[in-house]
């Protein structure tokens, strides 16, 4: 109702994971971005089914993200989605899709209608191509006013006019400290191959070029730490 009081045309609702992939446990688990509906939805960078034999029942080679799928604003189908999240269901598809999402503290976005895991995480949230555009619709999905059907809704303070799009800064990343995981990428048998290793410092090389302080390497002790009995301890004392 926001988004058509804004003006937005609703196209379609997209496939997802039934019920946020909470409907079937092991040991036959809801496989994740899939619908009794539609079946798999695919993801637009890697559109192929996974060809092995052990998983070859139409799931797809390069996984979609979550339980909110993304990949129709990926495909230019439409400018923006709306995702729901209990603690990756936005964020995963946006990374999988190369799409910006935002998961809004709990209350910005009314939960009215939306099938909960855990009734004080789950929001929904904007799925979009750009900071800006994610930015519009967190506004415009927020509301007007509180909504009654959800207390939480009046709990938050909204910016002048729902405008959050008054927040972007070209000249963010200026001064930013930003660690680099380097002991983790290096990882002998699950780390970044040559490809992705490219892509990273492509990545990394921009950081700097905008004005970021990038801290390479930045791993924390107990990552790199060999004796086992030593994992998290570092951690625990925090």
């Given at each position: 109702?926001?988004?058509?009081?804004?003006?937005?045309?609703?196209?379609?609702?997209?496939?997802?994971?039934?019920?946020?992939?909470?409907?079937?446990?092991?040991?036959?688990?809801?496989?994740?971005?899939?619908?009794?509906?539609?079946?798999?939805?695919?993801?637009?960078?890697?559109?192929?089914?996974?060809?092995?034999?052990?998983?070859?029942?139409?799931?797809?080679?390069?996984?979609?993200?979550?339980?909110?799928?993304?990949?129709?604003?990926?495909?230019n189908f439409w400018a923006a989605n709306v995702g729901t999240e209990t603690s990756g269901s936005i964020l995963s598809p946006a990374n999988q899709t190369m799409l910006v999402g935002i998961k809004?503290?709990?209350?910005?976005?009314?939960?009215?209608?939306?099938?909960?895991?855990?009734?004080?995480?789950?929001?929904?949230?904007?799925?979009?191509?750009?900071?800006?555009?994610?930015?519009?619709?967190?506004?415009?999905?927020?509301?007007?006013?509180?909504?009654?059907?959800?207390?939480?809704?009046?709990?938050?303070?909204?910016p002048p006019g729902r405008d959050y799009t008054i927040f972007l800064n070209r000249n963010g990343l200026k001064g930013a400290r930003i660690g680099i995981p380097r002991a983790f990428f290096d990882?002998?048998?699950?780390?970044?191959?040559?490809?992705?290793?490219?892509?990273?410092?492509?990545?990394?090389?921009?950081?700097?070029?905008?004005?970021?302080?990038?801290?390479?390497?930045?791993?924390?002790?107990?990552?790199?730490?060999?004796?086992?009995?030593?994992?998290?301890?570092?951690?625990?004392?925090?």
């Amino acid at each position: 109702a926001n988004l058509r009081a804004a003006g937005a045309i609703i196209i379609a609702k997209t496939a997802m994971t039934e019920l946020a992939n909470w409907v079937a446990g092991p040991p036959t688990p809801m496989p994740a971005n899939y619908s009794a509906l539609g079946g798999y939805t695919y993801n637009p960078y890697d559109p192929r089914r996974d060809p092995r034999d052990a998983t070859f029942d139409g799931r797809p080679a390069l996984t979609t993200g979550g339980s909110s799928s993304g990949v129709g604003t990926t495909a230019n189908f439409w400018a923006a989605n709306v995702g729901t999240e209990t603690s990756g269901s936005i964020l995963s598809p946006a990374n999988q899709t190369m799409l910006v999402g935002i998961k809004p503290t709990v209350g910005r976005i009314s939960r009215h209608g939306v099938i909960p895991i855990t009734g004080d995480q789950d929001t929904p949230g904007p799925m979009a191509k750009s900071v800006t555009d994610a930015a519009i619709m967190l506004g415009v999905l927020e509301g007007r006013v509180p909504d009654p059907n959800d207390p939480a809704t009046g709990r938050c303070t909204s910016p002048p006019g729902r405008d959050y799009t008054i927040f972007l800064n070209r000249n963010g990343l200026k001064g930013a400290r930003i660690g680099i995981p380097r002991a983790f990428f290096d990882r002998p048998t699950a780390g970044l191959n040559d490809e992705q290793r490219k892509v990273m410092d492509d990545a990394i090389a921009v950081l700097r070029q905008q004005g970021a302080v990038v801290i390479d390497p930045a791993d924390i002790p107990s990552t790199v730490d060999p004796d086992p009995a030593d994992v998290g301890a570092e951690d625990d004392a925090i």
